[in-house]
């Protein structure tokens, strides 16, 4: 058999690289040298007939030609991908540099909505808004609020620690503790922000959720001060028309304790998800601060009174935007939340 000429073949296969102009150039040069019965098909079978001596080194040649050829291919192709690429931006560029003819101004959250208008109603009677951390120490968050150490509260379960001396706050009432410590008269603050809690996550809790909650003490305050002031707050958020009821309820740091519900909005009190079939939703956790809360901050209960509640605010707002699920509140939909507000 006549021999194959590996260095004639490899002049062959240079020159036919070299007119590959494009793609359509390079898909003819991989059917002609690596198809079926392209010119590498036809060269490892005419190998078989040569003598063994010559096999292998003339195998070894064209494995390496092969090679060649295939990097070949394999760098034109994201060459020519990359220069297709460029000319579809070409097509797409716009300069960032210059102004925008939409600003596309963004909206406020509806939590932070519902938090204005609250203390738009508030304001009349003079309330001071005050911050606090959300890593607390147990002394603010359980201890100073009449919340004992067996309190299920305090178990790893429903509270995060993220040291053996601090916890995420589980409520922003650590915020009331901190002001009442003051020592000063009157105290009158409203507070609001983040709470975290390991709750199972449904269509009205999550393990992170808003609340906004406010302390009065004061001499002569009452239960039907405090009443009053959550029917302002509620008829003002949601209307004179939506029906309030207050349900007895046990808050460690409040005595006597009470909760403010109001007829759910999303089924018209007939039962949902939401209220868990019962027609209503509670609204708030309410009360006449206790006692011992008040003797922890050198406050004598003989001389003055408070009062405190502590609103859901993400439950707020679900019932205000007619939201079925909380969750929808914080999935960062631009569309859903610009179509609230």
């Not at 020592?183 to 269509?203: H, M, W």
């Not at 207050?246 to 039962?271: H, M, R």
Request: net charge positive.
């Amino acid at each position: 058999m006549e021999a194959i000429h590996v260095e004639k073949i490899d002049k062959q296969l240079d020159l036919a690289l070299k007119k590959v102009a494009s793609e359509s150039d390079l898909e003819a040069l991989r059917a002609e040298w690596l198809g079926r019965d392209g010119v590498f098909t036809k060269l490892f079978k005419t190998v078989g007939t040569l003598e063994q001596g010559k096999k292998i080194e003339t195998s070894k040649k064209l494995n390496q030609l092969k090679s060649k050829l295939k990097e070949f291919i394999s760098m034109k192709r994201e060459a020519f991908s990359a220069k297709k690429q460029e000319r579809e931006l070409a097509k797409e560029w716009l300069d960032l540099s210059l102004p925008s003819r939409n600003p596309g101004l963004g909206a406020i959250h509806p939590i932070r909505l519902v938090e204005r208008k609250i203390t738009s109603l508030l304001r009349p009677f003079g309330f001071q808004v005050v911050e606090g951390p959300e890593v607390e120490s147990e002394y603010y968050c359980f201890d100073s609020l009449n919340i004992p150490k067996h309190h299920p509260a305090r178990d790893m379960q429903d509270t995060f620690y993220v040291d053996p001396e601090g916890v995420f706050r589980t409520h922003t009432t650590s915020v009331q503790a901190r002001e009442l410590e003051k020592g000063n008269l009157p105290v009158k603050v409203i507070s609001y922000g983040r709470a975290y809690r390991n709750e199972a996550e449904d269509s009205s809790h999550q393990s992170m959720f808003h609340q906004y909650e406010l302390v009065w003490v004061e001499k002569g305050l009452t239960l039907s001060h405090l009443m009053a002031l959550l029917a302002h707050i509620l008829h003002g958020l949601y209307g004179r028309d939506r029906k309030i009821r207050f349900v007895p309820k046990y808050y460690p740091y409040t005595e006597p304790s009470i909760g403010a519900q109001i007829d759910c909005n999303l089924c018209e009190n007939q039962g949902c998800s939401s209220c868990k079939g019962s027609g209503w939703v509670t609204m708030v956790g309410a009360g006449m601060v206790h006692e011992n809360v008040l003797k922890e901050f050198n406050y004598d209960p003989r001389s003055v009174t408070g009062l405190a509640f502590g609103f859901g605010t993400s439950r707020l707002a679900s019932q205000f935007y007619n939201m079925p699920n909380i969750k929808s509140l914080y999935v960062n939909d631009l569309r859903q939340l610009r179509s609230l507000v």
